[in-house]
């Protein structure tokens, strides 16, 4: 295994609420990310692109349909969970990844994620791999996770994004449906270091989430503190 890194999650307020009410670790299907080039590569812009001509064009255009197929279902088939890893919180990333009326930020580190999430769900992790636009790694394997699920242009190297994935063709999942969300039962307080309040958030919000969280969970509301950050609202 990799080196155990720090990472952090920003988050909506509502839906980190949510998340320990269920108790439930959530994983998005990437093809559902915001970012439309997610999980394309030059592979699938050959196959796109390329036009078939000569005696078997025919054949030629149907195998090009199918490897298109095929490839759109090996990423329908990945959800991610996305986090960034730096030492210390980020007022671009409470910029970028929260509300304007501010949000929470999850400290943890990569090794207690593993840890808690079921060995059955094969999770896999490491940092994003940023490429150049039009210069990004050409594989001979065009279904490589590697390449599909852990690269991305370097319009994004920014986030310093590190991604956790799990492969679910036909896992049963608590929803027992297909549908852009998998959610994994844990305890978070295994995965929880700290939770930081944004700078961005007013003190009667921060003060609704603080009673929100000590009424879900003792042990977790004691591992929240203000942001270092000074704050922006107040």
Known sequence: MEEDRIIWRYLNPYIFISQLIRKEFLFVRITRMEDKTESLLKQQSFYECIVPGGRNKKSFENERKATLAKIKATAEDHFISSWTYCEYENLMFWQNFTSKNGGVAIKSKTRKVFNNIP???KLIGRPIVYYPSLKRKFS??????????????????????????IYSPDLIFKDKSKNDFKTIEVDFNSIIDTIIISPLMKKSDSEFLLNTIKGIDKTLFDKIQFSSIKNLKN
Do not use: C, M, N, T
């Not at 065009?142 to 310093?160: G, L, T």
């Open 119 to 121: 060995s059955s769900f």
């Open 140 to 165: 001979l394997d065009p279904f490589s996770v590697e390449d599909r699920i852990f690269s991305k242009y370097r319009d994004f190297d920014f986030e310093q994004e590190y991604r956790f994935a």
